[in-house]
């Protein structure tokens, strides 16, 4: 069975690509110190059959946002800067990609998002696309590009609660 979880000491670390160098030693190397330091928290997907066995990772962490940056029809509405949350590194191994592990785990960080929406308050949720194929996979979940910054990307509290919502979430 799948399961989400927080990057720990038993997960195999090294064992890990995803394609994209800069990923891959972010987790190696910096992912367990900053959840230690609770500079992020960084999550992996793992098998209960092969509990040790990354099959994908993600880290989450809170920014602030300028809101004049924002799509003029946010930018209006928040004041000069405002909270957020970002999802900092989203990947999924190489021999796994392209069966829905990235989904379940967007899934799964907006979930978490969300609650922190409920708790703390941030008006949303930002990802930076490392290229275009990524901007595409994010705009797929409702993310919209920032005005003056095309691979930055907002996805709205509102959408992103209508989208878990509607997965009954
Ligand atoms: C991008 C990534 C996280 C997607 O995860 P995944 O598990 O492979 O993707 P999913 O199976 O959830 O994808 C579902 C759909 O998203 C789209 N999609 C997937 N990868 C895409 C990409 N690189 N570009 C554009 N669309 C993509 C496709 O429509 C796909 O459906 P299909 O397989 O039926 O065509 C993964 O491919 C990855 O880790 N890539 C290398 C690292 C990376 O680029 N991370 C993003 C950093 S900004």
Do not use: W
């Not at 992912?31 to 989450?60: C, E, M, W, Y």
């Not at 960080?109 to 922190?116: E, G, S």
Request: charged share 25%; with cysteine.
């Amino acid at each position: 069975m799948l399961r989400i979880e927080l990057l720990s000491r038993d997960h195999d670390r090294e064992g890990f690509s995803c394609g994209e160098r800069d990923l891959d030693d972010y987790l190696k190397r910096t992912a367990r110190q900053h959840n230690d330091k609770g500079i992020s928290r960084t999550f992996v997907l793992v098998d209960s059959d092969d509990p040790a066995k990354i099959l994908g990772f993600f880290t989450l962490a809170s920014c602030e946002v300028v809101a004049a940056e924002l799509p003029p029809e946010y930018a209006k509405k928040y004041p000069r800067k405002a909270p957020a949350a970002k999802l900092a590194r989203l990947a999924v191994a190489r021999d796994q990609q392209r069966q829905g592990f990235g989904g379940l785990m967007m899934v799964d960080a907006m979930r978490r998002t969300l609650a922190v929406a409920e708790n703390i308050g941030i008006i949303g949720f930002f990802v930076d696309a490392k290229n275009q194929g990524a901007r595409e996979y994010y705009e797929q979940y409702g993310f919209v590009a920032l005005p003056d910054h095309r691979l930055a990307l907002f996805l709205p509290l509102a959408t992103l609660a209508a989208a878990l919502e509607a997965l009954g979430n």
